[in-house]
């Protein structure tokens, strides 16, 4: 048994990468890391002129050891097939004098489809071995928007599982909604809350912790809650496939040769995407330097320009809502992995960012992680401008999110020849409105009559999957108050 997978804040439990899927948490409040990450490398050149699902095949063999090469396979065929608008699943295309690496052809549209098309398969082969076999998950989410439709979609008709995803009552946009009011499957539930994200999230976290909840759904239906959350080690992995994938296409059009230095570009916010990268690194990808793109929530870029990261700051609702985020999560393993797995110093800065909102780390460690991460950020205008110059430049539209990374590449001084790719996080059509905006059109009437005109401003077409949203059966109209969840979810559970 591979029992690797530790806290971030103490290395004395130790999972299988199967618990650790299952678990998402640790019970320290830290999160599953492993000290094995880069003991086997990857050689990228065998990876050349496989498609996607071979090479996912490979890394998630490394990375997630207990689970069979049969059972990996198995996930991926499940996760990454015709659902997928590109056969080359993230394909690469150039930009200029760089390069933009497209992980929006999947079916909600946003990159989060990479990881939550293959978490849910994964989840569902953890109850394999567990005392009964008839072990369900209810998967538990709190949405403002996109992860919601994305785990939507990757749960559903998984057997085994069931998904039950909460939205504020009018606090997300007429795309968003209809996303996920409009999800088919037999064992998803989608129910707007009476109060903001906060509440419906505080809530979650709530049932979570309901020891009487937790006893009625084990003993009426065999059923335990989990939780699809950014942290979870399983939404993780499945990212760093796509940093290779990057690799091996720039292989592929003679840019580069095997062993060259990459730099990516990522728009991030809870720092997943781009902490696969460093995972990617960490298994031998050339990858010579990562530069983290914010939007005016830019707690990043301060933490990595002065060392202190702290949390006790304004908030800003932007255009880009889903790099709006003052804590962010996954910046913690980051940290484990720099300072070489000191369990007591992530312990005690994750203590501070708790006690008092913010830490800070030693200089020497400071500088380390500036050795090989970079920074910037966008604000509101200068995410419109990047839209527009996007498209005057390359003829390629770009959303909001993917915007501030290339603000950032723009304000980059070209130094060396190596190449750059850009992480593209979501397709301009799920944010017809502030693109249209930016292009000066006319943003009157609903979401779909800005798809239309930014249509035919652009000679683009708008994905099947959004367009058809405008008539399709809405499925869900519920409305509850906070008070509510916790029925509802016993309700829902009783049903799988
Ligand atoms: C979630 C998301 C991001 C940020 O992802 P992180 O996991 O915070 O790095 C960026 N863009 C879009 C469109 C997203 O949905």
Not at 101 to 117: I, R, Y
Not at 158 to 179: A, D, M, N, W
Not at 325 to 334: H, K, Q
Request: glycine share 8%.
């Amino acid at each position: 048994m591979n029992t690797t997978f530790h806290s971030t804040r103490s290395s004395s439990v130790n999972l299988t990468s199967r618990q650790a899927i299952r678990q998402g948490l640790a019970d320290d409040g830290g999160l599953f890391v492993t000290d094995d990450l880069g003991n086997e490398k990857v050689d990228v050149s065998t990876l050349v002129g496989k498609p996607y699902q071979d090479m996912a095949r490979t890394m998630l063999g490394v990375l997630l050891p207990d689970f069979s090469a049969s059972e990996l396979d198995e996930c991926v065929r499940a996760a990454y097939g015709s659902q997928w608008l590109d056969s080359a699943i993230t394909p690469l295309k150039p930009l200029g004098d760089t390069y933009i690496l497209e992980l929006f052809n999947g079916p909600t549209n946003a990159f989060k489809d990479v990881a939550l098309q293959i978490l849910p398969q994964f989840m569902a082969r953890t109850a394999a071995g567990a005392t009964s076999t008839n072990e369900k998950v209810m998967v538990l989410t709190a949405t403002s928007g996109d992860t919601g439709k994305a785990a939507l979609a990757g749960f559903a008709d998984t057997p085994g599982t069931g998904i039950t995803v909460f939205y504020p009552e009018g606090k997300v946009s007429e795309i968003q909604r209809l996303q996920m009011t409009t999800q088919i499957g037999s064992n998803v539930n989608v129910c707007a809350v009476k109060g903001n994200f906060d509440d419906a999230q505080t809530a979650v976290k709530r049932i979570f912790g309901d020891k009487n909840l937790a006893t009625k759904l084990e003993e009426s239906n065999s059923v335990s809650l989990s939780s699809a959350n950014s942290i979870n080690v399983g939404r993780l992995v499945p990212q760093v496939i796509y940093y290779f994938s990057a690799y091996v296409q720039l292989v592929e059009r003679s840019a580069i040769n095997v062993g060259d230095e990459v730099e990516f570009i990522v728009p991030t916010g809870n720092f997943g995407d781009i902490l696969a990268g460093y995972y990617a690194k960490k298994l031998g990808l050339p990858v010579g330097r990562l530069t983290v793109a914010s939007d005016r929530n830019n707690v990043l870029f301060d933490f990595l320009t002065t060392g202190i990261y702290n949390r006790e700051r304004p908030f800003y609702q932007t255009s880009s809502p889903s790099m709006d985020i003052l804590v962010s999560s996954n910046l913690e393993r980051m940290l484990y992995y720099m300072s070489d797995g000191d369990t007591e110093l992530i312990r005690s800065l994750m203590d501070n960012l708790q006690n008092i909102g913010s830490f800070t780390i030693p200089d020497s460690l400071l500088k380390r992680i500036r050795g090989l991460f970079s920074c910037g950020w966008a604000d509101e205008n200068q995410v419109s401008h990047a839209i527009t110059d996007c498209w005057n430049v390359n003829h390629y539209i770009i959303d909001p999110h993917t915007a501030c990374g290339y603000h950032v590449l723009s304000q980059m001084p070209r130094q060396t020849a190596m190449p750059r790719v850009l992480l593209s996080t979501a397709s301009p059509y799920k944010f017809p409105r502030v693109v249209g905006k930016a292009f000066g059109l006319d943003t009157a009437g609903t979401d779909f009559d800005c798809m239309d005109r930014l249509s035919e401003a652009t000679g683009t077409t708008a994905p099947k999957n959004l367009r058809g949203l405008e008539h399709a059966a809405e499925r869900f109209t519920d409305v509850i108050s906070i008070d509510e969840m916790g029925d509802y979810v016993h309700q829902a559970s009783k049903q799988l």
